[in-house]
C-alpha cells in the first residue's frame, strides 16, 4: 500500500531542476507533498485532489494524474533551502476517511 | 503553544517495559495522528483519530500497542513490553478535520524512543 518514490537520492547545483515522482498500486483520492529538514517535522508543501491538478508553491510544483496513479513534484531552480527529504503521501479511494500513507522518501541535496 | 506538542522529547526505556507518549494538537484540530518513523525511512501510520474515537487503527503493529484521546484533544500512545524493535520517533499530526478536507497534517518534533 506504501507509494513508491524515485528515485531515493539527488544531488543538485543551485539552479537545477529537479524531478521526483510518487506511484501507487492502488486509486488514489489525493496525493499529498511534505518536506522534512533532518531533525525537523515534516512539513506541508501541497495537497493535490483532482485527477489532472497542478499546484505551485514558489518553484515547487506538482502534477497528480489520477489515471496513471501517479504523482510528480517539480522543483526548479533549485535553492539551498529545497535540501531536504521529500514524501509524498496518498489517501486511496474508497479510504476517504483520512488515512494517509507516506513513501520512503527521496532525499535532495542542493551544493552550492 | 501554537503547534503541536509532544512530550516527552526523549525517551530511554529498557526492553519489557511500559512506555507513555503524549501530544498536544493544535486548538481546534479534531484530526489527530500517530505515526512512527525510523531512520532514512518515511512515516509510517499508525492511528488516527477523528474527535474521541479511533477512525483508523489499522497501522498498529500488535496489541502491545494503544491509543487514546479520551476528550478529543490530547491523546496518548501507550506502548506495553516494550522490544528494541519499537526504537524510533514516534510523531504526532493534527488538522483540522480529516485529510480528505483541509488535508494539511501539522507536525509536532517527535518523540525518539529508545529501547535498550
Known amino acids: 500500500q506504501q507509494p513508491v518514490q524515485s528515485p531515493q537520492a539527488v544531488i543538485l547545483r543551485e539552479g537545477e531542476d529537479a524531478v521526483i515522482n510518487c506511484s501507487s498500486s492502488?486509486?488514489?483520492?489525493?496525493v499529498h507533498w511534505y518536506r522534512q529538514k533532518h531533525g525537523e517535522a515534516p512539513v506541508f508543501l501541497m495537497i493535490l485532489l483532482k485527477g489532472g491538478e497542478q499546484k505551485g508553491h514558489e518553484k515547487i510544483s506538482a502534477s497528480f494524474n489520477e489515471k496513471k496513479q501517479q504523482s510528480s513534484l517539480y522543483l526548479t531552480a533549485s535553492q539551498l533551502s529545497y535540501s531536504g527529504t521529500y514524501f509524498c503521501g496518498t489517501v486511496h479511494r474508497g479510504n476517504q476517511g483520512g488515512k494517509l500513507i507516506f513513501g520512503q522518501g527521496t532525499e535532495l541535496s542542493v551544493k552550492p | 503553544g501554537a503547534g503541536v506538542s509532544q512530550t516527552p522529547s526523549n525517551k530511554v526505556t529498557e526492553k519489557g517495559k511500559y512506555v507513555e507518549l503524549r501530544c498536544d494538537p493544535i486548538s481546534g484540530h479534531t484530526a489527530l495522528y500517530w505515526y512512527r518513523q525510523s531512520l532514512g525511512q518515511g512515516p509510517e501510520f499508525l492511528i488516527y483519530?477523528?474527535?474521541?474515537?479511533?477512525?483508523?487503527d489499522s497501522g498498529l503493529p500488535n496489541d502491545r500497542f494503544f491509543a487514546v484521546r479520551p476528550e478529543g484533544s490530547v491523546s496518548t500512545l501507550k506502548i506495553q513490553r516494550t522490544e528494541r524493535g519499537d526504537s524510533a520517533v514516534y510523531l504526532c499530526a493534527s488538522s483540522l478535520w480529516a485529510t480528505t478536507n483541509t488535508g494539511e497534517l501539522f507536525f509536532g518534533e517527535g518523540s525518539r524512543l529508545t529501547v535498550l
Open positions: 483519530f477523528q474527535g474521541t474515537g479511533a477512525a483508523d
Open positions: 492502488k486509486a488514489l483520492y489525493s
